[in-house]
């Protein structure tokens, strides 16, 4: 059985949004659905960082620090995209042993990163592992819902036994 995709969005000034509730998942979360305005674009083919062991954690943070400059991000936000990678990145090693994050610049008319954290281990129950404090291994259980509030958009897709892929989009606020 696949697990509810959690979606959340925080759109750039204009951009469609609502609220919605999201009693069926059971988060008690309000969620923020983000649309994109029209088929996205990519606008750069992506990088691909192989995720195995703790030192790929540095690599692939450094890859974000690298194309979010290179995307024209602040230097904040460079730092909190940097950062939300490293923690799925690291959950990955954790508890999947392995998996990938692919990282690609978009446009919907507005420039902005999107992060994929894709892995092939044990899934999780995406409502607990939603829940601040929430841990398997009696860690401070803060990750996810650090990432969450970083990035603009957060989805979440996983399945007991087959993996979990995370999809997070950054959207850059400042102009080029
Ligand atoms: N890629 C993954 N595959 C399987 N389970 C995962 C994955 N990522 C997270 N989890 C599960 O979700 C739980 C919550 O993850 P989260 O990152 O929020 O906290 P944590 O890793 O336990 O602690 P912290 O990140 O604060 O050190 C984990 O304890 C784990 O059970
Ligand atoms: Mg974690």
Avoid: C
């Avoid at 923020?32 to 540095?58: C, F, H, K, M």
């Avoid at 990938?100 to 994929?116: A, F, K, M, N, W």
Wanted: glycine share 14%; no cysteine.
């Amino acid at each position: 059985m696949t697990s509810p995709l959690v979606k959340q969005g925080r759109g750039a000034e204009g951009s469609q949004r609502r609220l919605v509730a999201d009693p069926a998942h059971r988060t008690g979360l309000p969620m923020q659905v983000n649309y994109w305005r029209g088929a996205p674009t990519l606008s750069d083919p992506g990088s691909t960082v192989q995720i195995a062991a703790e030192t790929d954690v540095a690599n692939a943070r450094r890859v974000g620090l690298e194309m979010s400059a290179r995307a024209g991000f602040t230097g904040g936000d460079q730092t909190v995209i940097a950062a939300a990678i490293a923690e799925v990145a690291q959950n990955i090693v954790t508890y999947a042993g392995a998996g990938e994050i692919i990282l690609t610049e978009v446009s919907d008319g507005r420039p902005g990163l999107v992060v994929v954290a894709r892995d092939s281990g044990p899934g999780m129950d995406v409502p607990s592992a939603l829940r601040e404090g929430f841990s398997t291994v009696g860690a401070p259980g803060l990750g996810l819902n650090g990432v969450r509030r970083l990035m603009d958009v957060f989805e979440i897709a996983s399945t007991p036994g087959k993996g979990t892929t995370i999809t997070m989009t950054k959207w850059r606020t400042r102009p080029s």
